[in-house]
């Protein structure tokens, strides 16, 4: 699973989604198109598209130079800002294509919509600034593009930044203010973690023309792939949080392909928790450290990352749930010491259903990987009852990036885990050789309440395989919180699934932190 480039609303759904939460609605998906074009032209598309054989191919070759680019050459191609497609619009968002090349070698036409009319982008060599590359011959006007970006300026009123692209298959990327790029959003995932995966790809864009002084931008993209195609409506709301609400239906191709919704992919390598590969002086690097869930019933779930020796799949069940995502919580510069990747930066993407998504489960996907250039965490929703071939499937959410995002579980939260030999340092005593020891800092909250006095704090621990030694709270002034120790035994080669939270005279005061632990074979 590699990632394609590493350097580099309220609470109802449409018309069109109202009446088919997730389980589709053959009336609501033949609703006849307007005269001007809008979501439900591309629900047509999408139909239409479903019915025909799928079609992968790939130009054989793109016109010289661009055939043979490595990434640097590529990156070189800028598009030329005096050829906003937005000018004389006076929004506040500015249109960039990107040129084909290097991995993106798939053609996709990108569209503007002005008073309700769709309008194809023409190709052309004058939109782009091709630095060192020597063209000695103009591409043909049908070359079309990789992608699309938009910009506006959301750190500085009179600086327009990129605030979201979509480059390759069905990736796209989104900041909101002092954020750096680091994890992807996908629009469909097929078959994740599976030697059979298959990547869907947008086959074109339709942007409409933005009011002006608005931070709302509204695009709609049409979705191909073997599985299934789809259409795909996104309302951007830049800011210090940019939010996404984004609406899909989805026709399949096939029945018996497990389909991801909301996949969100990112990189972890090293960390606190998991020190397997080390990177020279940076003793952290990753886009995530955690996968935060908000089940059904209320209950806040923080699943560290890792970067296991083989594949890991873990699923987490669940009726309705409320929201999930990939988390970058450490913000401290010195856990990563990287002057120029600026992984503190990093944004952490969470994503909200709109409506009820029924029954289902979150899976985690974690992958092993030699370097950071390598994605290796998929996480997203598989619905219990698959789309079936001919019905639409129709659902809907929102997915922020942001920074801490307070609101996020609201009790006190993981900042720190850690695990150890199950003894004292320097201690001759004898212990268990199938003991582990574990350590987890929790902060926020009521936490700061109890660090004068941490003996009014349980910790609740918990494993499904072996026994659970010993466990204990103290304080931990420096992070403001506690620490929560405990000691389990698991026979060599099984794996434990690990479970603690904090809680005081009976209240919960933490999220659930849980782990899976694989006892070192003897």
Known sequence: MRRLTRRQFGGAL????????LTGSAQAANVAPSPRFGFENV??????LALAPFDNAIPARL????DALDFDAWREIRFRRDHDVFAGADGGYRLETFHLGFLYRRPVTVNTIRDGIATPIPYSPALFDYGRLK????PPVNTGFAGFRLHFPVNDPHVHDEVISFLGASYFRF???DQNYGLSARALCVDAGADRESFPFFREFWIETPEKGSNHATLYALLDGDAATGAFKFDLFAGQETTLEIQ?????????????LAPLTSMYLTGENDRRMRDGFRTELHDSDGLLIHTGADEWIWRPLGNPPRERISTF??????????LQRDRTFESYQDLDLAYENRPSYFVEPIGDWGDGRVELIELPTRDETNDNIVASWIPAKPPEPGAPFVYAYRVTAGLDMPRLAPNGVVVNTFEAPARALGSTEPFDPESRRFLVDFAGGDLGYYVADPSQVEAVATTNTGRLLRASV?????IGGLRALFDVSVKPGQTADLRLFLRANGRTLTETWTYPWTAPAA
């Open 63 to 66: 016109p010289d130079p661009f």
């Open 248 to 260: 899909s239906t989805l026709f399949t191709r096939r029945s018996g392909a497990k389909l991801g």
């Open 14 to 21: 449409s018309a069109i989604g109202a009446h088919y939460a």
């Open 175 to 177: 900041l909101g203010r």
């Open 317 to 326: 069940l669940d009726a309705n749930n409320r929201g999930f995502g990939l």
């Open 135 to 138: 063209i000695e011959k103009p």
């Open 43 to 48: 629900v047509q598309r999408a139909r239409d």
């Open 474 to 478: 103290t304080a931990n002034p420096h």
